[in-house]
């Protein structure tokens, strides 16, 4: 049986797209997307190849319509793991059933795969790397090097493991919101007593209204194989940068599928929309009645022309060990923002609540000595 019969006959394999294998021209090197010239590039002879643009595409990624979305169905991927088969050298390699984007590890050819079934849906933007792993690797230093709970031995040794780079799925949704809403708002006066005592007594008063706001590029981690804490850590991500989806921009770096599907991102999206819509609600209440208190807000949310965007976000992927502990790290790939963990100084620790403690002590003594 040969290569198609058996593509045909399996529908666990998927076959890689031939136009993300680019070989140089110069050396015939496997081409990778290089951050410092925004091109691909050869890491073997340094011969550089500009992304073409693609005339029947716009140059970023169009928002896309939410309704008819979710009329396909399932939007999860749904599948543990497949067969993807090298062109290059014809060898077959098992994936995670979420990766899209990897290396032969025979060859090294990159290799970014086809979707597998029709309710899976395409990224259709990517925002590309911009931060080189050397120059990742020259944040992570600086940026454990602030530390202050981090041992000195540690700030010193550490030495970040190979670094790997990686586009992780995110949905983006834009929404026009309009909040109805009803709180109380108090306003503090000051009286005094019989006793010639001043106190501060708040005033009550019920208010409602509506408000409306234009959501822009909410975003929603589009996987739950990660540390969560860590990637909020390296956001923001400035999305409006995006170009429309092209196989180049991935080509020697990782990327995922998306896990949480496109429904269940809207339901994380619309809960953070709502913590934003209450603040800034709360702010809107503050503002106009002049008040120094709001409580009890409640609100009611209409969502219309909801729109997303599926993207690819750039990010570098490491760790380095003290005393036998492995501690992981992130870096954007755009901003280069770094999150992650880093060992604690259990005697910084100590030291700085006795500082608190002291200081705190030495202001109630002279409180105490000034009310004698």
């Not at 925002?127 to 981090?150: N, T, Y």
């Not at 000051?190 to 509506?210: A, F, H, L, M, P």
């Not at 709502?274 to 120094?292: P, S, Y």
């Not at 909801?306 to 870096?331: G, R």
Request: hydrophobic share 35%.
């Amino acid at each position: 049986m040969d290569t198609n019969d058996m593509m045909q006959n399996d529908p666990n394999i998927v076959e890689t797209k031939e136009e993300t294998d680019r070989k140089c021209p110069q050396c015939a090197g496997v081409m990778s997307y290089d951050p410092a010239t925004g091109a691909t590039a050869c890491p073997y002879c340094g011969y550089v190849e500009e992304i073409e643009a693609d005339e029947d595409f716009p140059e970023t990624a169009e928002e896309l319509d939410f309704e008819s979305a979710e009329s396909t169905g399932n939007c999860n991927w749904g599948v543990e793991k497949k067969t993807v088969l090298c062109k290059s050298c014809g060898a077959e390699s098992i994936y995670d059933a979420l990766e899209v984007s990897s290396e032969c590890p025979y060859c090294g050819s990159n290799q970014v795969m086809d979707a597998q079934g029709k309710d899976t849906l395409a990224p259709n933007g990517v925002v590309p790397f911009k931060i080189s792993d050397d120059e990742a690797s020259k944040l992570f230093k600086a940026w454990i090097g602030k530390k202050f709970f981090c041992p000195k031995l540690a700030k010193e040794s550490a030495r970040a493991d190979s670094f790997k780079g990686i586009y992780l799925p995110y949905w983006t949704y834009d929404a026009q919101t309009k909040t109805s809403y009803r709180a109380q708002y108090g306003k503090d006066r000051r009286v005094r007593n019989s006793q010639g005592e001043t106190k501060v007594v708040t005033d009550w008063y019920r208010t409602s209204g509506i408000y409306n706001e234009f959501i822009d590029d909410q975003l929603v981690l589009g996987t739950n194989r990660h540390n969560s804490w860590m990637l909020k850590g390296i956001e923001p991500f400035n999305t409006a940068e995006n170009k429309t989806y092209k196989p180049e921009y991935v080509a020697g770096f990782g990327a995922e599928r998306y896990s949480v599907g496109l429904k269940e991102g809207w339901e994380k999206a619309k809960a953070a929309i709502q913590i934003r819509l209450r603040g800034n609600i709360t702010n809107k209440i503050r503002h106009e009645k002049n008040a120094d208190h709001v409580k009890d807000l409640h609100l009611r949310t209409a969502y219309t022309n909801i729109t997303y965007k599926y993207l690819m976000l750039p990010i570098w992927i490491s760790s380095f060990k003290y005393n036998d502990k492995v501690y992981q790290f992130m870096v954007n790939g755009q901003t280069g923002k770094v999150s992650g963990k880093t060992p604690i100084s259990a005697v910084k620790v100590i030291i700085t609540i006795l500082a608190v403690l002291a200081v705190l002590g030495l202001f109630l003594l002279i409180g105490s000595v000034m009310g004698e």
